[in-house]
């Protein structure tokens, strides 16, 4: 008993730490599924990303102890759906200004999305003089108003919603901080 013991309560932690974490992998593909309906339903309105990172983050708080790295809101048209290249530097962490393919918010932008104190638009962002009081200084790189057509004639684009998070370990018998979660979801704008 006292050899096999530490081994089944090693094994039972096991099960139940990759079942929380099948779980919550489930939960991060639904939000971001969310998110990415909600951003294309609303297509070139200037909340769009504003309402998608709400969608997120509401999905989101069914995991417990995550911390959100990157949110990214691109142009899913051309590929196979998954962000430009264009979108990540040489580490392979999301990159803001990557030639108007992608939109890239941090985590404490996420978090602090709920007390956004101005309507975003393209032409006042990154210069606008407040842009602290606008959830830390939005940036749109991938504008909503020109770069997401609606109209059905002149062709719709795909739009996606990514998103990278680090979930610490449930049972904390394994070692390390946690583990990385990435997942994306791709919609066509929803013509107007």
């Known amino acids: 008993m006292a050899l096999v013991a530490p081994l089944l ?4 932690a096991g099960i139940v730490e990759y ?3 099948w779980r919550d992998n489930l939960t991060v593909t639904s939000s971001t599924r969310a998110a990415a309906r909600v951003v294309s339903n609303l297509g070139d309105n200037n909340l769009a990303d504003y309402e998608a990172l709400l969608s997120l983050d509401a999905g989101l708080g069914a995991i417990d102890g995550y911390t959100v790295e990157y ?9 196979d759906g998954a962000p430009s290249a264009t979108c990540f530097d040489g580490n392979g962490d ?14 404490a932008q996420v978090d602090s999305m709920a007390a956004l104190v101005c309507e975003p638009s393209c032409a006042s962002f990154p210069s606008l003089a407040d842009a ?7 940036t749109f790189d991938f504008c909503p108003q020109a770069e997401r057509p609606t109209d059905q004639h002149g062709g719709l684009s795909s739009i996606g919603v990514w998103v990278r998070l680090t979930r610490d370990y449930f049972t904390g018998m394994f070692p390390g901080d946690g583990i990385t979660m990435e997942d994306y979801s791709v919609m066509k704008v929803e013509p107007r």
């Not at 309560?9 to 039972?12: C, V, Y």
């Not at 393919?101 to 985590?107: A, H």
């Not at 602290?132 to 939005?138: E, I, R, S, Y």
């Open 9 to 12: 309560a090693l094994l039972m």
């Open 19 to 21: 079942g929380m974490l």
């Open 71 to 79: 949110v990214m809101v691109y142009d899913a048209s051309a590929g």
């Open 94 to 107: 999301p990159r803001v200004n990557s030639g108007g393919n992608c939109n890239v918010y941090t985590g």
């Open 132 to 138: 602290a009081d606008c959830a830390g200084g939005l």
